[in-house]
């Protein structure tokens, strides 16, 4: 069965039963069925992916410019908040690809791509000039492939998260 096939049988079933609650959520679930390929969720993925390695290079950079370009050590509460931020910007990213209702293999790919990013976005950086003192890399390959291996799973697990609380929410709204 194709998407449209699919839909058009979840809309006559709905149509045929007297039951109106069942019939419109039905007819919602039909509206929210994904449409998008496997390709387009990996292209989706690999937006966010890159999206979350600027962020967390704008963190890395905020914590070189917080540190007067690496001439002192960061003060307790701006590691706590660097820290804050480099869990939760994947948890929130692998949150909204959950509700997008992206696959979770096709994020799980490109997410591991983020040491690649990485490396790009830092070589750049340090190629050209930008911040004197800049040594956000080159870090060992372990690091950054321990690094990307966490950004996946926060990110996974944000769509994991998003799955329950939506399991939940629905569950509580619709006891029967």
Known sequence: MNHDDWKTGMRNEADSTGDTRWATQTRRAAALLPRRTVRGD????????????????????????????????????????????????????????????????????????????????????????????????????TATTLAALGVTGLTLGGMSLFRSVQGGWTCLRNPA
Do not use: K
């Open 42 to 141: 990996a292209l989706l993925a690999a937006g966010a992916a890159l999206g979350v390695t600027v962020t967390l290079l704008g963190l890395i950079l905020a914590a070189h410019l917080l540190t007067g370009g690496g001439t002192h050590a960061p003060t307790r509460p701006q590691q706590w908040w660097l820290g804050l931020n480099a869990g939760l910007i994947p948890l929130i990213a692998g949150m909204i690809l959950a509700a997008d209702r992206a696959r979770p293999g096709a994020v799980a790919a490109a997410f591991l791509t983020t040491q690649l990013w990485w490396g790009l976005l830092t070589h750049l950086v340090g190629a050209f000039g930008l911040l004197p003192g800049w040594t956000a890399w080159p870090l060992s390959p």
